[in-house]
């Protein structure tokens, strides 16, 4: 396994790959056909350029290996009880040798040195007949997408290493971490170039200036209860969170998609309520495409070449818990239960009836219910979304109810029932914090998002926090459950599962890669500051 080090020098070694030839948004070559120093020329080479950035495999190991098992397996959404590795994740003794917390580390530092390439090419190396206006879009692209990253890294690890220029790492290769405070402020002075330079509208899946503020407003929520700890957070960051998810959702001109089951299938790729999906496309390799449904599909039944499904991430008991008994429509589209029939999965065979309870979303069928001949094990078509309107809604109740109890606030209420509606839920008058957190757990489960949230708990009330990890275990919510259809009763397993150390504040930090502290020691000092 690569370590931090040799990832981002791997990274050197390639200038930015896109064919000039090449139209579509998702024809994306490799990353080693062509030098920056013929490239850059026009605007159409940077926009191939950034277009590079949202796919490939600096994200597929990320989309695998860090999405799901941190964002949804740790925060007790989805339950695992075999693979070494996995066990871990679920029963809080994650070591620095987990494989997991390797891959996802080096996946985000691809990440971020690509766009620092792209970044820094663009900077030194555009033709001066490029239009200094698609220069500056074409940098908000890479700097959103770089933002992400860093975004994600100090939610899961917390302090980590600053790098704007991959080319420094020659000369000084051993680096400090850095505050977790400044790599937020990192995050927050890139998202905020980025939503000052991009457009308001642009071509299909495309970032534009409601991506970032949409993700402004999300990165201030979380720092709004850095350093608090003592229940309160911050208002100054939650006035700016309001006021960028608050223009989103006030002056974007955006709306809701209007299914939620429909969401997530393939032929709505992209739709308006996506503001940020990586761009997957068909017939790639191994590692370097979409192959969540692979790894976590209940089956490989309804898989491509019926081949796949051998992680197969169980819903859990206390997820199925949260589902309101109107809540059928999130429900079905989220995760399966013995019996619940789906007409669009397998439909050569008439359908699929499932079994057992299993995952659904991001299950989208085979090549031929995709109309897709070249979609394989590795490669889904399905263009999973990061950041979704839906997501900023409820980042603009939260931001309003801020440090009180309950709101009644009417845009509050706006917002946060527009995502029940859409749902089939009934509205409600007033919101609280853990209604907060429940409905952003039911809308967005399988999206990466519960982990994330917990952690921006953990900060302002680490109290409550480390409790509300616990209570999942007080009361066997983290395991899985069968479901009977005919008495529509789900029974929680009783099999005897891996012992689960009780939480504490330390569990909502991630540790540095073994292989990246070996590689460089100084990872292992106390952060520094980067400003």
Known sequence: MKSFNKTITTILLFAVAIAGCKKSFLDRPSNSQISSNNFYKSTSDLRLATASLYAGAQWS?????GMMPFGDVLAG????????DLVQLFTRTITAQNTYVSEAWISLYNVIGQCNTVINAIKEQA?????QADKNAAIAEAKF???MAYYYLAIYYGAVPIIEDNRKLIDNPLLNRNIMSDVYKFATNDLTYAAQYLPKTDQKGRLTTWSAQGMLGKVYLTMAGVGKSGGMRSQSLLDSAKKYAGNVCKNSGLTLFPSYYELFKAQNNDSPESLFALQWTAGVGYATGNDLQTWYAPTGEVLPQKTGGWQSLAPTYDLYRMYSPKDTVRRKATIMLNGDFYPELNQAAGGYKATGTGMKKHIIGNEK????PTMGSWSSIEHNSLLRLADVYLVYAEAILGNNTSTSDADALLYFNKVRTRAGVDPVTSINPTML??????ELAYEGQYWIDLVRFSYYDPTSAVKWLNDQDATHGRIGFTYDPVTKIATRDTTALPSTLPATISSFTLPIPASEMTSSPKLAEPPVPYY
Not at 127 to 131: E, F, G, L, N, T
Not at 369 to 372: C, I, L, M, S, T
């Open 61 to 65: 190991r990320w989309n695998r290996s």
């Open 145 to 147: 997408i770089r933002a």
């Open 369 to 372: 219910d995709n109309n897709a």
């Open 437 to 442: 957190r429940v409905e952003r757990r039911v």
């Open 77 to 84: 959404t989805g339950s695992f009880a075999y693979s070494q």
């Open 127 to 131: 033709d001066a007949s490029i239009p």
